[in-house]
């Protein structure tokens, strides 16, 4: 029996046959493209580009702001049409650079494309590498890569896991990247952990990808210092904290990074764009995508251009079907529904996923009848209905502890009483830093 | 008989004794307290709603009687009230009146567009951090409530999808003001509520496309305002109710009909609703300066 992190976490249907085996394929190159500036953890990006500047694809045209921010390339070789905001999954109004493609995707000058292998004898040029390509953690969060890769000396690393669980349901972008690139992932694995100059390496994959696990562990072999561990899948074995106690049977204490406990986490996705950013110096510029779920004609995924509005997304698969309830960004359980599929894909979007009128519509909400079953649901040993109680109750200075919160939904997912027990801690978690920061300023 | 006796006797004893120890200590620990603070407490509402900037009602008693601040308001005792407190401590009574919330936005349901089901939490703080809602406007009023529960007053009613201040109830307290996530709600001086309903940045052509109420920045208001009250900045035009006669003519030129004016003198109420003039005669100093 494979091992899993043991307090919480559900079980919820996997539905990744839709697109478990189907290859990545290339999205046809989008006339226009949207690139919001804030889409890493931290600061927003400033523009340093003019509307009818001509740019090429990679060019930087927006620089970090601070050091937890990163830069923002051009994904299409093209003219800026202008500069403005835009409604994005993020916010209702970000600041946007808007780039008509002129089709020739001519890349700018130091990228080398067909590089496939990783150069090490110069490791300490890696950090400034994946910095300057504006990589972010490509599993949800987009947390700036060069920041995470960098820890401060009060907390000495030991342990870099890659996290290749994807438990989310419906998605298979990283399933299908452990099946077609493993040596490049291993490449990119070793080149982080060189950074960190740490020993160890693990990569995690949850049991029910044992095509993927079967791939990295041919494609690491014997490699020194790196080795692949089968989990049992859970859901949400996939969040940094989960997957350190899991892994190594260390508790990540409330309000504390991973650093604390001597490891780093990085996805799979990242560690394939840091193999792009060291040996072929190519920015990050598009990510692997899965679209997928019952309402969409042709379920596939897709290497997609940052900032490609998904409409275009949405025709290459063939559409949407009639029966379309709901369209969410990200994984099903913490993506974000969208009221309008007028939004461009960010450096963060993992997948997107068409539910039907049936299974997305809400179901009637009752009272909590205390059963329990939410506690026995949150990973992260909180008492989820309680809280949602004194969220709705307006109590928000009592509830410190909802910042322990990952937003992953167990909970809600559990309510025999339909309860949106979610979206009240995600208001509590709001709220009590919005009095934290009064109270600060006072 | 002994039992009783030695009972009745150690009892008293010491009932007598702590007597003296309780009043050593009153006399030895007492603090005095003005007892206008008192008085004045019994005066104020009571509903320690916060509306004057203090905690509540007893901080605001202990502050204006120590300090005798003749512009410490108590929003929701008005004008009765401060005549009474300042009767109570022999001062006068500031020519101040407290603030009236409005709703910087009127894109009601026929107006503005809006789009997708909002299937969160009905809260308006809830909603906007899942940027939900159904409103396309992304400054606009949520339409649900969290203003409306927020005020003591129940001065606050959802109308068409839109938070309306009925100003007879409001007391100005800033409750809402707090509340509102958007930052929509504004405090202006009572008796000159000419302002512009809107708070979108958004550039004119963008607004068209979802509200028929929006501020599309046409500027004929700056143009038309002889009192220099209407300011345009990041594409909104606002009031500055300092400034302003309560004349009427920006709303009279406001196409969209975004400008609202509900304290209007009747002269100017009709002239507000005259169409609007052609051109503003040029100012014969402005002439002069550039030849």
Not at chain 2, 80 to 102: D, H, N, Q, Y
Not at chain 2, 114 to 142: H, K, N, Q, S, T
Request: charged share 25%.
């Amino acid at each position: 029996m494979n091992r899993t992190f043991k307090r919480g976490g559900i079980h919820p249907p996997e539905e990744k046959h839709y697109t478990r085996e189907k290859p990545i394929e290339n999205l046809p190159l989008p006339g226009k493209v949207c690139i919001p500036l804030n889409q890493n953890l931290g600061a927003p990006s400033q523009p340093v580009v003019e509307p009818k500047q001509a740019v090429k694809t990679g060019q930087v045209i927006a620089d970090p702001a601070g050091f937890v921010s990163s830069p923002v390339h051009a994904s299409v070789s093209g003219v800026v049409k202008s500069i403005g905001y835009r409604r994005t999954s993020v916010s209702p109004c970000s600041l946007c650079i808007e780039i008509e493609s002129d089709g020739q995707d001519t890349w700018v000058d130091g990228v080398r494309l067909e590089a496939d292998a990783i150069d090490f004898s110069r490791p300490e040029t890696f950090l400034e590498s994946i910095r300057a390509a504006g990589l972010v953690g490509m599993g949800g969060a987009a947390f700036p890569t060069h920041v995470k890769l960098s820890p401060p000396e009060e907390a000495p690393v030991d342990t870099l896991i890659v996290n290749g669980i994807e438990c989310e349901p419906y998605l298979t972008a990283d399933n299908r990247l452990m099946l077609e690139y493993p040596g490049k992932i291993l490449q990119g694995v070793l080149a982080m952990k060189a950074v960190l100059g740490v020993g160890r390496a693990i990569i995690g994959i949850e049991d029910n990808k044992p095509q993927a696990i079967a791939a990295v562990h041919e494609a690491v072999g014997k490699t020194p210092g790196v080795e692949v561990v089968a989990l049992k899948t859970c859901y949400p074995q996939g969040a940094e904290k989960q997957l350190i106690k899991a892994i190594l049977d260390r508790e990540v204490p409330p309000g504390k990074l991973p650093m604390h406990v001597g490891a780093v986490v990085q996805n799979v996705g990242t560690a394939f764009a840091v193999f792009e950013a060291v040996a072929r110096k190519k920015p990050l510029v598009e990510r692997v995508m899965t679209v997928s779920g019952p309402s969409i004609r042709d379920p596939k995924n897709l290497r997609v251009r940052i900032g490609t509005p998904l409409k275009d997304v949405i025709e290459f698969c063939g559409g949407a079907r009639e029966d379309l309830g709901k369209l969410i960004m990200g994984g099903p359980m913490m993506g974000k529904a969208l009221r309008s599929a007028d939004v461009p894909v960010l450096k963060s979007t993992s997948g997107l996923i068409f539910l039907d009128r049936a299974s997305s519509l809400s179901q009637p909400e009752s009272e909590c009848i205390r059963c329990g079953r939410c506690v026995r649901a949150c990973p992260q040993g909180l008492v989820p209905g309680e809280m949602a109680r004194m969220s709705e109750a307006g109590k928000f200075e009592l509830l410190a502890d909802a910042l322990d919160c990952l937003e992953c939904g167990s909970c809600q997912y559990d309510c025999p009483s339909n309860r949106k027990i979610l979206h009240l801690l995600r208001l509590a978690k709001n709220e009590y830093r919005e009095l934290q920061k009064e109270k600060k300023s006072a | 008989m002994a039992v009783i006796l030695y009972s009745a006797l150690v009892l008293g004893g010491l009932g007598a004794l702590l007597s003296v120890v309780l009043l050593v200590a009153a006399r030895r620990f007492a603090v005095y307290e003005d007892p206008l603070i008192n008085a004045v407490e019994d005066a104020l509402p009571g509903a320690n709603c916060g509306g004057c900037g203090f905690a509540g009602c007893r901080a605001f008693a202990e502050s204006i009687v120590r300090t005798r601040d003749a512009d410490a308001f108590c929003p929701v005792g008005g004008r009765e009230t401060a005549e009474r407190i300042a009767g109570m401590l022999g001062m006068e009574v500031s020519g101040k009146e407290p603030p009236v919330a409005v709703v910087m936005c009127v894109g009601s349901l026929d107006g503005a567009s809006f789009v997708g089901r909002y299937d969160g939490v009905m809260d308006c703080r809830a909603a906007a951090i899942i940027d939900g809602g159904e409103r396309v406007c992304p400054y606009g009023c949520l339409g649900l409530g969290t203003c409306r529960a927020a005020c003591q007053y129940d001065a606050i009613s959802i109308i068409e999808g839109v938070a309306r201040v009925d100003p007879e109830k409001c007391t100005g307290c800033g409750s809402c003001v707090k509340a509102c996530p958007r930052g929509i709600i504004r405090m202006v001086p009572r008796g000159s509520r000419v302002y512009v309903a809107c708070s979108s940045h958004d550039v004119g052509k963008l607004i068209r496309g979802y509200c028929r109420f929006g501020c599309i920045g046409c500027r004929l208001c700056v143009k038309t305002c002889e009192h220099n009250a209407v300011q345009f900045s990041d594409n909104l035009a606002r009031v500055d109710p300092d400034k302003c006669t309560r004349c009427g003519q920006c709303i009279a030129v406001c196409k969209p009909k975004t400008i609202q004016g509900a304290d209007l003198s009747p002269e100017a109420l009709e002239a507000s609703k005259k169409p609007p003039r052609k051109r503003k005669p040029a100012k014969p100093a402005t002439r002069e300066a550039n030849p």
